[in-house]
């Protein structure tokens, strides 16, 4: 009935082990006292270090705090926080691996001692090579306290699913140069946070907090978001086409990095983006919901046929193009479209 153990012996175990069967065999050969005394005192060390191991590992509750944002390629923090939930003893020399695929990944954090009823917490550095989902199907503990003989483990069964960004690169000037910045140029009326009393709707993830009615939100029990009107938004459209007949994984995965950029950049410019792509497409909105929209979007977005649409939105604003092979064009009402490779 309870949680499966691992306890692999260590180097240096391998050798006290060795010892203790030559220094067995060698006391039941000869008869003497002396050499039963000293095999039993190895065998003794054995035991306690069973456990004692097992002592440290009982009662241990283990939790991750996720990072807000995952990109391919960047560092980021996993925090890890243990609970020792003994009522009188401490848990000595104790690691925390993540697992991906039931194997431990590179990276582990590690506590020295964890006293009764207290909680600790620290994080481990680690990257992600590759965009998209990626699962972790649980959490490791493992000591080699008290002597280093053993390294004993347990399994935490806490399945988790990371969905890792694309990979942001510095986009160049020349693609985005031409951008209107004066007033009322390339703006479209939209919703924002300041303005006239435009609407109620269902809070999002990433929706900003100090837009919720809380009136309303008491009432039916459930979040609702205010929306207001402003006359005054940008908007720009940013379409992927994510065709990639005869281009290279590299050379698609460089665009999707691409589009990822340019939509980060626009957002932090001010605009609303709408995003659209074959067989995808996003309604334009702002802040910081739409940019973990776009990414989530880009972050499992495909390879697609010629022959999917492409979708193209009738919107106002500027828009910009990015193709599979990396180039991409901005486009100006009013002005002739100037194609700048990435």
Not at 40 to 65: K, P
Not at 203 to 218: C, K, L, Y
Request: aromatic share 8%; proline share 7%; with cysteine.
């Amino acid at each position: 009935m309870r949680p499966r153990r691992r306890f692999p012996p260590t180097r240096e175990g391998w050798w006290f082990l060795v010892a203790t069967l030559l220094i067995g065999l060698a006391a039941i050969n000869a008869g003497l006292n002396l050499l039963f005394l000293v095999w039993g005192m190895l065998l003794f060390l054995i035991l306690a270090s069973g456990v004692l191991s097992e002592l440290c590992l009982r009662g241990l509750e283990v939790r991750r705090g996720l990072p807000p944002t995952i990109h391919a390629g960047s560092p980021y923090l996993m925090g890890i926080a243990l609970t020792n939930g003994k009522k009188r003893f401490p848990s000595f020399s104790i690691e925390v691996e993540d697992l991906m695929g039931g194997k431990p990944i590179e990276k582990r954090c590690y506590f020295l001692k964890l006293p009764a009823g207290r909680t600790q917490e620290t994080a481990y550095r680690h990257i992600m090579a590759r965009r998209g989902r990626h699962a972790l199907s649980g959490l490791r503990l493992s000591t080699k306290f008290p002597f280093g003989l053993i390294q004993k483990s347990r399994d935490v069964l806490e399945p988790i699913e990371l969905m890792v960004y694309p990979r942001l690169v510095p986009v160049p000037e020349n693609v985005l140069r031409g951008l209107p910045a004066e007033h009322g140029r390339g703006r479209a009326r939209w919703r924002s946070r300041s303005g006239d009393f435009f609407g109620l709707r269902d809070f999002r993830p990433g929706d900003d907090p100090r837009d919720i009615h809380w009136r309303t939100s008491a009432r039916r029990g459930a979040p609702f978001i205010r929306e207001s009107e402003d006359d005054e938004g940008l908007v720009a459209t940013l379409i992927f086409d994510n065709a990639a007949d005869g281009v290279t994984d590299a050379t698609f995965e460089g665009a999707v990095s691409m589009a990822a950029s340019i939509a980060v950049e626009l957002l932090r410019r001010g605009y609303r983006v709408a995003f659209a792509a074959r067989g995808l497409d996003l309604p334009p909105a702002g802040g910081s919901g739409q940019t973990s929209r776009l990414l989530r979007a880009l972050a499992i977005i495909d390879r697609a046929s010629t022959a999917t649409d492409l979708g193209q939105p009738a919107l106002p604003g500027p828009r910009i193009r990015v193709r599979a092979d990396g180039s991409a064009h901005i486009e100006i009402p009013g002005e002739h479209a100037q194609k700048r490779p990435a």
